[in-house]
């Protein structure tokens, strides 16, 4: 449920009271293999604000804001199916809770500048009180020019199976902290810079470039590597874990209805795992090239949509390193995957109130090899899913090749 309600305190509405709450319940059962969790969160969300917009320049807010969630898990995690018991069995409920103050102020200088200056002040249960800053600017010197800085720290609870639910599609055991909900703690600072072009069929041609970096001082950690057959979890404690992101972005409409959009990002990611010191993140690609094209026809009677990417290589787990396809190559040469291309074309037919389309995906047929990692049954072949050695967790690339589909698509009623 959401609930928002708004009081005006003066005639023109400059000033005003509002309250929001939101409350939401979330269930799911997941079961891999003969691992289970079974899983439901509430979640009670609520904030008191003030607003004083005091004139065209200046304008801030205050308030006072809490959450809590509430988790409901069982547990049941095997790793051998001759072990009549589980490697692991729990069942538990934990709370989380926070409470605290803010405030944010705005000044704008017409359309050239504004700023917003914010800070929160948040109560965790279980680690105290803490400042939460954050600052936006933005700045155009011309009309064709403008500039973004961001800069702020993040705060949130980490629940490690949850937000890595992958990990119960391997046989491994778990090792570590691996029930406690880190306060995971990050500051973000970076920018954008977009100059639009004078060219094109229309004012949105621009290009722009953005670089931001993230970097945790405190973070749940998931290492693949530190132990064999064992996935370990644990805390940063003030080591070193950050990324960097650049992006380049450009759009343009050369003719009219015809639109292209390119996109570059590349990533570096770097996380200290035990034993091994700072290290390129695993599983995580160093860049993806992204080239779109739609063209319309006159009122959009006929719509094409041609997608193509290129997607970098990524570090691979150690265990993954000398693994070998069918033919005894080499499927990951120095410890990376290979870059891979996919491309992704959908032609749409628009009919009064009905839309007909058809396309296909992955149309390069790419797919990852060996997804599923493990020893080999000695009869069969196969990998053995009831060893400690299983993987089916190690994705990083497409599973099902080529495919095609066509729809229809029903428009009921259009609201103005």
């Not at 269930?27 to 969300?45: A, E, R």
């Not at 119960?168 to 995971?184: A, M, P, V, W």
Request: proline share 3%; with cysteine; net charge neutral.
């Amino acid at each position: 449920g959401y609930l928002k309600v708004g009081i005006p305190l003066s005639e023109d509405n400059s000033q005003n009271i509002a309250i929001v709450a939101d409350y939401s319940y979330t269930d799911m059962d997941s079961w891999f293999g003969q691992s289970t969790w079974l899983g439901s969160q509430h979640s009670v969300f609520g904030n008191l604000m003030y607003q004083n917009e005091i004139n065209e320049s200046h304008r801030f807010t205050v308030g006072l804001g809490g959450t809590f969630d509430r988790y409901d898990e069982y547990i049941n995690k095997y790793v051998r199916s001759e072990t009549m018991a589980p490697a692991y069995v729990n069942d538990r409920i934990t709370g989380l809770a926070t409470a605290g103050v803010f405030g944010e102020y705005t000044f704008t200088a017409g359309e050239k500048f504004t700023s917003i200056v914010g800070l929160r002040g948040d109560w965790y249960k279980g680690d105290g009180f803490k400042f939460s800053p954050r600052v936006t600017l933005k700045y155009s010197p011309v009309d064709k020019i403008a500039i973004r800085l961001n800069g702020g720290r993040g705060l949130r609870y980490a629940n490690p199976l949850i937000d890595n639910i992958g990990v119960f599609s391997t046989g491994k055991l778990f090792s570590g902290n691996f029930e406690e909900h880190t306060l995971e703690d990050a500051w973000t600072f970076g920018g954008n810079l977009t100059y639009y072009l004078p060219f094109g069929a229309s004012s949105n041609t621009y290009i722009s470039f953005d670089y931001f970096r993230t970097a945790f001082s405190q973070q749940m950690i998931v290492d693949y590597e530190h132990l064999n057959n064992t996935i370990s979890f644990y805390n940063l404690d003030g080591r070193r874990s950050y990324t960097d992101n650049f992006q380049v972005d450009f759009n343009v409409e050369p003719v009219e209805r015809f639109t292209v959009t390119a996109t570059f990002r590349y990533t570096d990611a770097r996380v200290t795992l035990e034993g091994q010191g700072l290290v390129e993140k695993p599983m995580t690609s160093r860049y993806k090239g992204v080239l779109n094209m739609q063209y319309a026809t006159n009122l959009n009677k006929w719509i094409f949509d041609f997608t193509a990417s290129v997607n970098g290589p990524c570090r691979v787990y150690d265990f993954m390193r000398d693994l070998k396809d069918a033919d005894g190559n080499r499927l990951y040469v120095n410890g990376y995957t290979p870059v891979y291309p996919l491309l992704y074309l959908q032609v749409t037919r628009r009919f009064k109130g009905v839309d007909v389309y058809i396309g296909g995906e992955n149309l390069t047929n790419f797919r990852q090899k060996n997804v599923i990692l493990g020893s080999r049954d000695s009869s069969t072949g196969l990998v053995s899913a009831h060893q400690p050695s299983f993987d089916a967790s190690a994705v990083w690339g497409p599973i099902m090749g080529a495919r095609f589909y066509a729809g229809v698509r029903f428009t009921l009623w259009k609201t103005r």
